[in-house]
């Protein structure tokens, strides 16, 4: 349905003539996330609180005008674009509040507009600690972290925010509000609605308030890194020391072609020749506890053909070891002006096989793809690059390659998003990974939730 001068009449009536936006700049302004694709909205609407996004979902439910909730907008699958036009509900203005900082539970209240690392710091400043930390987390809201299950670096020990989420609040289509969850740390009564609502891309309601668990803060890290001839030893290295008695912090790797285009571009002296890097952080509450978990991890990439082991020894020297991986992506433009970038997961036993079949398909398609990312979880950010984006048959030559890494992630028990989502961008390949039934079974709970359909409609593919 397209929007009436009616329709943003009763918009202003509901929520302020200030908080109700249809000027092309507006639009524009939130037409876009981090894949470039733009889908305009006809209107963007900034809630203040709870009853605002109850009296808006109501309205467009009856009138059947679709809804797309948005956070920071960052995301890599177009999750929060909003394709179907209607309105973006954008939470950032207003509700990105800090509620509690609850010291004797251990948990914190927050609406969906509180940046990650406005809640990290909050909560490091009284001793506790809030694990989850996406690449995005300078700018990307919690509730954005929740509709996509966001991970992190850290995710190799900590996890990822589905296993911080411990109550919601959201609205219903119809302007019904519901709690899924509780703040205690049991609880089996009645369905897991907020696992269900985690990572549903908003999909089946609006959150307005997350409960989230804290631990107490590490008192102490430290961080290494190791050398190997080739990425399959690295790999090798990965899984054998995640069963070795010690679970890292980080466990991230970058492969040939990442560490070359990093080199190329800031010349921080990596070793061009090597087949990968390991870099991982170990934490703790005193020095020996530090240092036998990195005997562990030594010994344990001594025996994968690690040729040289190398511990920070300050802060400063743990961010230069840091610097290639947070600056791996930018890096990739060395390779081309179009970049396809995945965020494929297996268990971790199965990397060395995934990397192995992930270069065969590269050099079937002729196209460079440079992988780098979370091997502490499985996670491999697979990078296709495409020299010259705007030369159909190159693109297609890169797609191509996609569909067959994703299908050889499906062969070997993974999954087609660790963390990035599914949205827009892989909603095609949604029959790969589920069969019909359980495609099905996705549509009824949509259903369920939202009759309708006004909810971020066309997106995970149901």
């Known amino acids: 349905m397209q929007?009436?001068?009616?329709?943003l009449n009763r918009f202003e009536k509901l929520i302020g003539k200030e908080n109700v936006?249809?000027?092309?700049?507006?639009?524009?302004?939130?037409c876009y996330d981090a894949t470039r694709q733009r889908y305009e909205p006809e209107a963007v609407l900034f809630p203040r609180n709870e009853e605002d996004v109850q009296n808006i979902l109501r309205y467009c439910n009856e009138k059947g005008i679709a809804v797309t909730t948005r956070g920071a907008g960052s995301g890599f699958t177009g999750g929060s674009l909003p394709a179907s036009g209607g309105i973006v509900l954008a939470m950032q203005r207003h509700m990105n509040q800090i509620l509690e900082i609850d010291m004797q539970n251990m948990v914190a209240r927050v609406q969906p507009g509180v940046l990650n690392m406005e809640l990290q710091k909050a909560v490091e400043e009284v001793g506790l600690f809030y694990p989850p930390d996406p690449a995005s987390q300078e700018y990307s809201t919690i509730g954005g972290n929740v509709s996509e299950n966001a991970g992190g670096m850290r995710a190799a020990?900590?996890?990822?925010?589905?296993?911080?989420?411990?109550?919601?609040?959201?609205?219903?289509?119809?302007?019904?509000?519901?709690?899924?969850?509780?703040?205690?740390?049991?609880?089996?009564?009645?369905?897991?609605?907020?696992?269900?609502l985690t990572a549903s891309e908003g999909s089946l309601a609006v959150m307005t308030e997350i409960t989230l668990k804290l631990i107490a803060k590490p008192k102490m890290k430290k961080t290494a890194m190791g050398i190997f001839p080739t990425v399959t030893e690295a790999m090798d290295a990965v899984y054998k020391t995640m069963a070795g008695g010690v679970t890292p912090v980080a466990m991230e790797f970058l492969d040939k072609l990442t560490i070359q285009a990093v080199e190329q571009k800031f010349a921080k002296g990596l070793p061009k020749d090597a087949g990968a890097i390991l870099i991982t952080d170990v934490d703790g509450n005193s020095e020996?506890?530090?240092?036998?978990?990195?005997?562990?991890?030594?010994?344990?990439?001594?025996?994968?053909?690690?040729?040289?082991?190398?511990?920070?020894?300050?802060?400063?020297?743990?961010?230069?070891?840091w610097f290639a991986r947070r600056n791996a992506s930018p890096s990739l433009a060395v390779y081309g002006n179009?970049?396809?970038?995945?965020?494929?997961?297996?268990?971790?036993?199965?990397?060395?096989?995934?990397?192995?079949?992930?270069y065969e398909i590269a050099g079937k398609y002729d196209v460079n793809v440079p992988c780098f990312g979370h091997t502490g979880d499985g996670n491999v950010h697979t990078n296709v690059m495409v020299k010259d984006g705007n030369d159909p048959q190159q693109l297609e030559r890169g797609h191509k390659a996609i569909e067959e890494i994703f299908q050889a992630t499906v062969d070997l028990e993974g999954t087609l998003s660790g963390e990035h989502g599914i949205g827009l961008a892989k909603a095609e390949f949604m029959p790969m990974a589920f069969s019909e039934a359980e495609l099905e079974l996705f549509r009824r709970i949509k259903h369920a939730f939202d009759p309708k359909g006004i909810l971020n409609p066309g997106k995970m593919g149901i």
Do not use: W
């Not at 936006?21 to 939130?30: C, Q």
């Not at 919601?168 to 302007?175: E, F």
């Not at 969850?181 to 696992?195: H, L, M, Q, R, S």
């Not at 511990?311 to 020297?317: L, R, T």
């Open 288 to 321: 020996q506890e530090l240092d036998a978990q990195l005997d562990i991890i030594k010994a344990s990439f001594d025996a994968n053909g690690c040729g040289e082991f190398k511990i920070a020894a300050d802060e400063n020297e743990a961010a230069d070891l």
């Open 3 to 7: 929007l009436q001068q009616e329709d």
């Open 157 to 196: 020990k900590y996890g990822i925010t589905k296993d911080y989420v411990m109550a919601l609040r959201a609205v219903l289509p119809n302007g019904e509000v519901i709690r899924a969850g509780k703040k205690t740390i049991k609880d089996v009564a009645g369905f897991n609605v907020a696992g269900i």
């Open 21 to 30: 936006a249809s000027d092309k700049a507006h639009l524009i302004a939130y």
């Open 338 to 358: 179009k970049k396809l970038n995945e965020d494929i997961t297996v268990p971790r036993s199965k990397l060395p096989q995934l990397l192995t079949k992930i």
